[in-house]
């Protein structure tokens, strides 16, 4: 009957899209909508974990009076949210679909409509992942999540190395009922070591769950 290793840990999750604005009425953005970074906070929150929610705009209830919720809208927003949290943090899982690229200038008023194409200049955001990343210390684990359509664990793989994590949770949009916006999801967990776990399609409450007995493996090895 000892403490559970997750108890008192400081858990930082990022989750939902990014809006990057255009004009004062418009964005770009993804469809997450936030269910799966919502499951693990409230997952690790009601293991007694202490935990920081770095939220995009998403349409959720708060997943749980124990958990800090920030909320943001843009990529550079999130960064910065998640900058002043990172380095106090034990585990960081970036659930978040972060949108890669924003609007070069964002127009002040909205944008009027012409005859013919428009065309809009894109810069790259901001990738909170590599760049918590490159500052990880030694008692910090770093789980990512790829989002793949194609050579599925090889991107995961690549993303696992470049952006410096421990893990990474690997989804595909091939899978049924896995992905954006679904109560389920299906994924595989790749660790450094080359280990690959596969797991069922199941609530993403129950992902969450099995996220947290491999990070609760993890610590307990030490
Ligand atoms: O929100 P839901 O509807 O429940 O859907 C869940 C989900 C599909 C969004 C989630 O499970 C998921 O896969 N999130 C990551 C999606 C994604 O953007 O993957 P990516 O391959 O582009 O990015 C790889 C990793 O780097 C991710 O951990 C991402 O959060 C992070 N990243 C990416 C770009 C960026 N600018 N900053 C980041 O931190």
């Known amino acids: 009957n000892h403490r559970p290793v997750v108890a008192g840990k400081r858990v930082l999750i990022t989750a939902g899209p990014t809006q990057e604005a255009m004009d004062p009425v418009r964005y770009i953005s993804n469809h997450s909508s936030g269910k799966m970074g919502y499951a693990i906070a409230r997952t690790f929150a009601q293991a007694g974990a202490d935990v920081t929610l770095v939220s995009g705009p998403v349409g959720l209830d708060a997943p749980d009076a124990a958990v800090r919720l920030v909320k943001v809208r843009s990529a550079r927003q999130m960064l910065e949210a998640s900058q002043e949290y990172f380095a106090a943090s034990d585990l960081v899982v970036f659930a978040a679909a972060v949108a890669d690229y924003a609007p070069s200038e964002v127009a002040e008023q909205k944008i009027k409509k012409h005859e013919g194409t428009f065309e809009l200049n894109l810069t790259k955001t901001p990738d909170i992942a590599l760049m918590l990343g490159r500052q990880k210390r030694a008692h910090q684990l770093l789980v990512g999540f790829a989002l793949e359509t194609e050579n599925e664990q090889e991107n995961a793989r690549r993303k696992l190395e470049s952006k410096n994590l421990d893990f990474i949770v690997l989804n595909s949009l091939n899978d ?44 307990s090895e030490a």
């Open 176 to 219: 049924p009922g896995a992905g954006f916006a679904y109560d389920t999801n299906k994924i595989t967990v790749i660790d450094r070591e080359g280990l690959i776990r596969h797991f069922e399609l199941k609530k993403k409450e129950e992902v969450a769950q099995d996220i947290l007995d491999i990070i609760t493996e993890k610590w």
